[in-house]
């Protein structure tokens, strides 16, 4: 699997090394073992599945807040999507500051989100499958969102974002009292 860091520390896209043949591919998406050898330990506990009918649907930005925070590890199943991550530490130098990064069915590649970060995503293509891992489960009372287009994230949209209520109602990143605290590694 090809690791690699983003410009916000702890972000890391994923690649795992696909073996193909004439009927098609195999790929290790995660490997506990493999990837503690890299420095990477988050214990994941839930899967996810999501599903957007058209092209330009934007999800986020959401979190979930502690005592339930979650990790994230983000992959398309089938299309396209943009998928990004926003540092919401509080003290962090980074603070503010986002990563965007392609995930398609054809690269294969994955985000892995730490706690603190704000995550989002909008489709490239119609039909869009996303599957990610969370190191936690849902808890309803610890959800929380930021108004996706307060953090100044170049989003890659080719007409109006398709958004849900929640998303299209969520608080602006200025406005926004973060309960993740940056802590030095």
Not at 6 to 27: E, M, S, Y
Not at 115 to 124: I, S, Y
Not at 131 to 145: E, I, L
Request: hydrophobic share 35%.
């Amino acid at each position: 699997m090809q690791i690699e860091q983003t410009a916000l520390p702890g972000v890391l896209i994923l690649t795992p090394a696909r073996h193909g043949d004439a009927r098609g591919f195999f790929c290790e998406t995660w490997n506990r073992t493999r990837l503690a050898e890299h420095g990477i330990e988050t214990d994941f506990v839930q899967d996810n599945h999501s599903f957007s009918l058209t092209r330009n649907t934007l999800r986020g930005l959401h979190f979930q807040a502690p005592p339930d925070a979650q990790a994230k590890l983000v992959r398309c199943g089938r299309g396209a999507l943009f998928d990004v991550a926003v540092d919401i530490r509080k003290g962090s130098p980074s603070y503010g500051r986002w990563v965007g990064v392609e995930l398609s069915f054809e690269n294969g590649r994955q985000l892995l989100i730490p706690e603190g970060f704000l995550h989002g995503f909008v489709t490239l293509t119609d039909e869009t499958e996303i599957v990610y891992k969370c190191s936690d489960y849902y808890a309803p009372q610890s959800d929380g969102a930021v108004r996706w287009d307060s953090c100044g994230i170049d989003w890659p949209l080719s007409d109006a974002p398709v958004l849900s209520a929640k998303d299209s109602a969520a608080p602006p990143l200025a406005a926004f009292d973060s309960p993740f605290t940056w802590t030095r590694s």
